[in-house]
Each structure stands twice: as structure tokens, then as C-alpha cells.
């Protein structure tokens, strides 16, 4: 028969941890809660999984270091190191299901914190071990009438002490790892990256866009007044069509044609923006890729060729605009085949003029642009128009800039200006 276990006090080292335990489950059925509510940032969300899992693994390590425990070293030093790796994979997986950005810094902020508390719990523990006084609190704990809430609390003020000095010298640390881990990523995924790619069912082209930051809005100063303040924002890598899309590429997804001016390799036109929705669902299950409208911040940096400081989309001169973009002045009041005139700077034909082109933002004309995050913001969460950029055929030099911005409502069709390219995520 297996040796009876043992009680500390009034509970047994077993229901000591299986106490920690449920306090654990607690946090994560909250995390849980958290996570699908929506209702918090995500780098809120990041910070407070990491102190979950660091609190974990340091109510671990007093388990190991009770005075005369009832269980081997052995056994507890397993404990601690499967909850160790168990609690860091469950970490890194939420992380990554929730896009928190620049990973690698917080799990290496997250394992020297472990490691630092590691040894300056033992230390504690050790010296209440040590010390007169601390022995009597301990005993008291084990035979208090209600040992599971004195132990949380014991738990957590050693944590809350040890865990803000830890954390932040973990930081301090992990900066040159940090930015050695970021250098090789950047080379390893850089040279990964193709440059462009085709969609092989309706044969759009995409060109590679690599991220960076960039002074968003009206930085020439004569602009509207949606279009500013001028604020810096930040932009993930990712694919941005070549040239819109086309009045063939839409048939062969869709089955018609609303167009006003035919031709196939002619912009498609008089679609709206709940119009392009579907055509993007229907492309997705068809192609098995995930495209979507382009952000606002997304269109208007690949239309600068990388957030230059650029009031067209390749010149900044009004006089050669002509060279870059079907407008007001030379279009003939009609849509043109695309790719007839000059590419910017990142290769993108007729981001200036043609037609409107959709972005997937609601549309906003003061709060959100004056207080938009810096990392790739996503625009209002609700609204009652949708946003488009670009300019069109029948427009005069001064709506064709990159900065202008349009609304109108999701559901109108009946333009024959507003068209559309797609984006598609570089991983």
C-alpha cells in the first residue's frame, strides 16, 4: 500500500498545491473570459497573461521550498519545471493567437523574470526557514482554521514584492537578446519574402510592401480638414495589389459586370463597398487565401512609395502628375486600361486617379484620425460611411492627392468612380 501522505499542519503538501492549482484555474477561466469579450486591449491582455503565468510559477516555488515537506525534492523540482514549460507553450500560444507584437520580446522578458524570481524566492523562503520569526507565521499558516486563504495571501505579497524588481531588471536584461532575436527574424523572413506573387485563379498581381512608420495626413498643409492633424503611424509588412482590379478579374468571380465604362482590363466600377465584400468572401473560399480591402493607413503609405512625403502617388509636382495618373485634365471623362501610366515607388499603377478606390475603414472625419493609434490602426469601430482614397478620372489635381479622403455609404453602387484593389498579409 502507498505510504499516507503526511499533513502539514491541518492539509497535506497534495491539497497545499491542488489549492494553488484551482487559484490558477480561476485566473485562467478569467483570461478566457477576457480574451473573447474583446473588451480590452490586447497589451493589456499581454502584460496581465504575463503576470498570471509568473505568479504561477512562483507559487511552484514555494511549494518546493516549505520547511520539511512531505515530498521528495525530486518530485517538486518536476512540478516546477513542467509548470515552467507548460505555462510558457500556453504563453507563447496565446500570444501568437492574439497578434502581440514583437513577441520575442516578452518571452524573453517572461523567462529571465521566471529565473530572477526563481532565485530571489528562494532566498526569502530560505531565510523564513532561517529566521525565529518566520517559523511561527508558517506553522501558524498550516494549522490556521483556514490555511487555503492564508497560503494565497503569503503567495501573493512575496510575489508582489519580488515580481516588480524582477520584471523590470528582466527588461533591462533582455534588451541586446531582444534586439540580436529581432535582426535575425528580420534576415530570416526578409529573405523569405517574395517580392510580388499572382493570384492563381484571377490572376491578380501583388506586390511586396515592407512595413515602417511614417507622418500620416496632410503634411504639405493644404489639405482639408479631415486630413489632419498630421500623426505618426506604423505599418506592418504586407502584399497591396499591383493595379486595381479589373473589370475581367471581378467577371470571373462574380458572373457579371455592372461597369458603366466596359472594357475588361478597364477598372471595375459602380461597385459598393458591401459589393466588394462579397466578391472578397467569394475569392477567399475560392482561392483558400485571405484577402481584404486594404486599411486607410495601409493605402496611404503604399501610395506615398513608403510614406514619403509625397502629395501625389510618385511625384510631389503638380506638372508631372500628368505622367503618373488619369485625372480631370486628361482622361476624356472615361476609366483607362490599368497600368498605362507611371508606377510609384513601390511598382503600384493608378493610385492617384482612375477610379476611387474602397479601404476597409468606417469612415471618421475628426475623433478617431486626431487620436489613431500609432500601430496599425484599424479605424472606428462602427460608423455610416465607408472610406475611399485615391481620386478618379473626372477629378481636378486637388482631389487626386494621396491625403484626400472620401465617404460614402457601404451600400451605393451607383458611382461610376468607385473601384477597388486588394490587400493580402505578408505571413
Known sequence: MPKEEKPIGKITLTEFIEEKHKLLTIFGVFIALTVFSGNIEVKILGHFLSFIFLFGAFLILIEIWIPKPSRSMTWKLYLFYYYILGSGIVAMGVYCLLG??????????????ILMCYIVGKVIIRIEGKVKFFNPVLSWIAKHKKPRLLIRLHS????????????????????????????????????EVENSFKDPYTGIEFVFIKGGCFEMGDTFGDGEADEKPVHEVCIDDFYLGKYEVTQGQWEKV???????????????????????????????????????LPREAE????????????????????????????????????????????????DLYDMSGNVWEWCADWYDEYSY??????????????GSYRVLRGGSFDKDPRLVRVTTRLRDSPENRYNISFGFRLRASAR
Not at 501573493?156 to 534588451?175: E, G, K, N
Not at 535582426?183 to 523572413?189: E, G, R, T, V
Not at 461597385?271 to 484577402?291: H, P, T
Not at 513608403?306 to 501625389?312: D, I, M
Open 100 to 113: 502581440f507584437p514583437k513577441i520575442w520580446h516578452h518571452i524573453v522578458t517572461y523567462f529571465l523574470s
Open 299 to 346: 493605402w496611404e503609405y503604399a501610395a506615398r512609395s513608403g510614406g514619403k512625403k509625397e502629395k501625389f502617388s510618385g511625384t510631389s509636382q503638380e506638372g508631372e502628375l500628368v505622367q503618373y495618373a488619369w485625372y480631370g485634365s486628361n482622361s476624356g471623362s472615361v476609366t483607362h486600361r490599368v497600368g498605362q501610366k507611371k508606377p510609384n515607388g513601390l
Open 254 to 292: 462574380m458572373d457579371n459586370n455592372p461597369s458603366y465604362f466596359e472594357g475588361r482590363d478597364n477598372p471595375i466600377e459602380q461597385v459598393s463597398w458591401d459589393n466588394v465584400k462579397e466578391y472578397i468572401d467569394r475569392l477567399n473560399s475560392q482561392s483558400g487565401r485571405k484577402y481584404r
Open 369 to 382: 484620425y486626431k487620436n489613431s493609434p500609432k500601430n496599425n490602426p484599424r479605424g472606428p469601430r462602427s
Open 156 to 191: 501573493l505579497i512575496i510575489f508582489i514584492i519580488v515580481f516588480p524588481p524582477c520584471y523590470y531588471l528582466a527588461q533591462y536584461i533582455s534588451r541586446p537578446i531582444n534586439k540580436s532575436v529581432d535582426s535575425m527574424l528580420k534576415n530570416a523572413i526578409s529573405s
